[in-house]
């Protein structure tokens, strides 16, 4: 490990305001004073050896408010121990600056070579503005094993020419958005976002985000989207590919999905009426930034879907779950496969806070009266959405299918679910052997499921296509 001092690198007070303007992210960490705890820093420079490198600036509140801290050789001394910590060793820069009369101290540490690095055996890893531990043995050994192949975004994309392929009008949009001042030189702001792998070669996160024609270098950054007709893709009715940055494929995916789901109309007061569609929008909105933030962009072959089916809408993305992340642990953590992808989507204001998508898409199914979404982590991640399909018209499409009596028991148990075998018997004036005979007929073509036990229980009807 090497400790440099705040002669061996000259970095300029604007350029410091400019990373504080900035704000925290995926590369930037603000602490107020030298935390207490030696393993606290030494864990945040940890992740950042482990991803693309950053700079913790110490001095500065969460909010980008300059204390500004005192330093003596008592301090110096403890930052190197600090950094003793950290396995195998890593160099950072460290610089003393002056601001309006106030000390802030820079710590600067490039993405390692010797990746995994660990503090006290624990592999730390930096996703989204936050650092995680990585405890458990297995998830250390799929760190070593899969750590290269985890953030693709990270790697260097030789062929994109800067700056015929970089799309500078997008650049600035970006900068606007994201609170970034044009102040200093665009190279400047480059090279503080992480954007550049170095040699004057940019990364693939670079062309994917901010890329003229990323398709160019990537054919498989793609998001297609399909309409079917029925509930199986038999039919295609329309197939649609959208190509450009991510940022374009997310708004083509979302406005496709917008012409083609039903629109429900609201009236409040004396007000226009709100167009809602049948399930919340926000809830797509999540699941394509994680479907384009979090995909695997290695695999050449697949492409990212969204597919519209009479019952749902599944939206995939190559890639189940990260190996780090266990089946358990599904919802309540997350680790992008593609952590500066997903750092600039925050930087947008585009994604909260990091883990909490998958809940968010639950809760706002469950506040649309809306059946729990599934979700597929196998190889492919898919999120099924399922739709609100009116009863009358869909038993009215397969009713030439059913006989009078599965057609009766099936409004019956529309109107009244806790209708029981007995009573529909009684109804329609036959035996309760004969329901039930019935019953097992519409549970083999996957119209009704029994929920729960005999007694307590209830049949969920399925309104699937015959």
């Excluded at 949009?173 to 976002?193: K, T, Y």
């Excluded at 190996?323 to 930087?347: A, D, M, Q, V, W």
């Excluded at 585009?350 to 639950?362: A, L, P, Q, T, W």
């Excluded at 649309?368 to 196998?378: C, I, K, Q, R, V």
């Amino acid at each position: 490990m090497t400790l440099y001092s705040k002669f061996d690198l000259d970095m300029t007070v604007e350029e410091v305001k400019l990373l504080i303007a900035q704000g925290e992210g995926y590369n930037l960490e603000f602490k107020r004073s030298l935390p207490s705890k030696a393993s606290e820093l030494a864990e945040e420079i940890c992740a950042f050896a482990n991803a693309a490198g950053g700079t913790l600036l110490i001095g500065i509140d969460d909010k980008g408010f300059i204390h500004g801290i005192s330093i003596d050789n008592n301090h110096r001394s403890r930052l190197q121990n600090i950094l003793n910590c950290i396995e195998p060793k890593v160099d950072i820069v460290s610089e003393e600056i002056n601001i309006d009369g106030k000390t802030i101290l820079s710590l600067r540490c490039p993405s390692g070579k010797e990746r995994p690095y660990t503090v006290s055996g624990s592999i730390i890893v930096r996703n989204g503005p936050n650092s995680e531990k990585i405890t458990s043995v297995q998830r250390m050994r799929d760190f070593f094993q899969h750590s290269d192949r985890i953030f693709f975004d990270e790697g260097t994309c030789k062929q994109f020419k800067y700056p015929e392929d970089f799309d500078k009008k997008f650049f600035k949009e970006f900068m606007s958005v994201a609170g970034i001042s044009e102040v200093l030189d665009e190279e400047i702001i480059l090279s503080n976002l992480q954007l550049k792998a170095g040699n004057g070669h940019f990364k693939n996160g670079t062309v994917l985000f901010f890329g003229n024609d990323p398709q160019r270098f990537y054919p498989q950054s793609i998001t297609r989207c399909l309409l079917f007709k029925g509930t199986n893709k038999t039919y295609i009715l329309d197939d649609k590919i959208f190509t450009g940055n991510l940022l374009q494929q997310y708004n083509g995916a979302l406005a496709y999905l917008r012409q083609k789901l039903n629109l429900n109309y609201i009236i409040e007061g004396t007000g226009p009426r709100k167009e809602v569609l049948e399930i919340p929008e926000d809830i797509f909105k999540e699941c394509l930034l994680n479907a384009l933030a979090h995909r695997d962009y290695y695999e050449k072959g697949a492409v990212t879907h969204v597919e519209i089916f009479d019952d749902r809408i599944d939206i995939t993305n190559p890639g189940g779950l990260v190996h780090s992340i266990s089946k358990e642990e599904f919802g309540t953590k997350s680790l992008s496969r593609n952590p500066l992808i997903f750092g600039l989507f925050l930087r947008m204001n585009m994604v909260e806070k990091i883990g909490s998508g998958i809940n968010r898409m639950k809760e706002g199914m469950s506040q649309a009266n809306l059946p729990e979404p599934y979700f597929g982590l196998d190889g492919f991640f898919t999120a099924r959405f399922f739709r609100p399909v009116d009863f009358d018209k869909w038993i009215a499409s397969i009713k030439d299918k059913l006989s009078d009596k599965q057609y009766y028991i099936l409004q019956r148990l529309n109107n009244f679910p806790d209708s029981t075998i007995k009573i529909i018997a009684e109804v329609l004036g036959t035996s309760t052997r004969t329901v039930e005979r019935h019953i097992t007929v519409l549970k083999r073509f996957g119209l009704l499921e029994r929920i729960g036990s005999d007694k307590d229980g209830y049949y969920q009807i399925h309104k699937i296509s015959l």
